[in-house]
């Protein structure tokens, strides 16, 4: 074969292949995601959230600052809390007790108002929606088949499945395999312009219920079915059902393409101490300052250990103990909010309090003790006895010989 006619085969080959390329997934816009993704720092990740819809707040003040001491809370523990914070790059460090913000501490130039990206914590926000949509009964009850939401799956095997195993992560859809080749599903899910399309072909792998699998799919089929029973948009339900009536101010969710599907598994950008409201209405079992944000009840159920994971409820840890920590919480309802990446809501609903820890994107800490500050903030109360101390525990655990 002449050399002339070989590069010319080559030559056109190659381009075939880009022309394919350039067309995966909605072409350009998701080879830009894709090339940002690998080149940006992880502190400025945000910046691949792009386009985004508004999650219109209520722009209303927070709750009232006091000191420590009127919530019977020791200062000096909030300290030494504030800095093993500060100490392990925490962007921001915040106390709530009985609806008042006690303790501030923010680091790295941010304020409450920094606006930055918790990774995960926006999955407990499409939980909380769910239980006010059952209270507005457009969604029917937490063992509704997702069959009766999604017309695309009934009399699919995976209409089976329910809100409640969405809720625990235990849908029994395969996830895809995480590399970070731009032809992998993962990829077509994270960075595709058909984000619904793409979950919406996840074959079914287990039992629904049966075992916990983390994964972007179920928090995401959880919005879509949201979308179907309202009629609303996610980012507009959300907005009117739970930010404003906490009064946040106006955030983001990420679109994959103008007026596509939102991302409600991840990537929304929020005011960072509006988390804090957040945590205040889980401690107050769906309360906000007095106002019935969510039924009674709903809060308790997100808290109750799953069939598919004794250690998670719906979107929290409610295990006594979490990978990494040193001891075990100091209170037994304790419960938490994993943000990412070591951002957490620690709440504890016996002592009224919320604490928040935002941690720098990308600071891996491989000292970072996940119990350390929840625990001396729980220990910080003037009222707090600890679990062997409590009425009906065994005595001989704190007095010797007896």
């Keep these: 074969m002449p050399r002339g006619t070989l590069k010319l085969l080559i030559g056109s080959a190659v381009l075939a292949v880009l022309v394919a390329l350039l067309a995966h997934e909605g072409g350009p816009l998701f080879w830009k995601r894709y090339a940002a993704s690998q080149v940006l720092p992880a502190t400025a990740i945000e910046r691949l959230y792009q386009p985004r819809e508004l999650v219109a707040g209520g722009n209303e003040p927070p709750a009232p600052r006091v000191a420590p001491e009127q919530e019977s809370l020791d200062p000096q523990s909030l300290e030494m809390a504030a800095a093993y914070a500060q100490a392990h790059r925490s962007r921001a460090f915040i106390v709530s007790r009985h609806d008042h913000i006690v303790f501030e501490r923010y680091g790295q130039g941010a304020t409450f108002d920094t606006v930055t990206d918790a990774p995960l914590f926006p999955r407990v926000l499409a939980a909380l929606a769910v239980g006010i949509a059952i209270s507005h009964r457009v969604v029917g009850w937490p063992d509704e088949p997702l069959g009766t939401l999604l017309p695309e799956w009934r009399g699919d095997p995976r209409g089976a499945i329910t809100v ?133 009840g709903w809060v308790s159920l997100m808290r109750t250990p799953a069939k598919s994971d004794s250690d998670y409820g719906a979107y929290v840890r409610v295990g006594a103990r979490i990978a990494g920590g040193a001891e075990p919480y100091a209170a037994k309802d304790l419960y938490v909010v994993d943000g990412g990446g070591g951002s957490r809501l620690w709440l504890v609903p016996s002592l009224g309090l919320a604490v928040l820890r935002i941690a720098t994107p990308g600071a891996k800490d491989p000292s970072w003790d996940d119990t350390r500050i929840p625990n001396l903030v729980v220990r910080a109360a003037r009222d707090y006895l600890p679990p062997a101390a409590q009425p009906g525990a065994d005595v001989s655990a704190i007095v010797p010989g007896h």
């Design 164 to 296: 409640r195993n969405l809720l625990q992560m235990s849908s029994g859809l395969r996830p895809p395999e995480p590399t970070a080749v731009p032809w992998g599903e993962f990829a077509r899910q994270r960075f595709g312009t058909d984000f619904t399309a793409a979950l919406m072909s996840e074959p079914l792998k287990g039992t629904p219920g049966a075992t916990r699998v983390e994964q972007a799919a179920d928090p995401q089929l959880l919005a879509l079915a949201l979308e179907r029973a309202t009629g609303q948009r996610y980012a507009a339900y959300l907005s009117s059902a739970l930010w404003r009536r906490l009064g946040a101010a106006d955030a983001w969710v990420w679109l994959d393409r103008p007026g596509g599907t939102a991302h409600a598994d991840c990537c929304m950008l929020v005011h960072q101490g509006d988390w804090i409201r957040v945590g205040q209405l889980l401690v107050r079992d769906g309360n906000y300052r007095g106002s019935e944000v969510i039924r009674p």
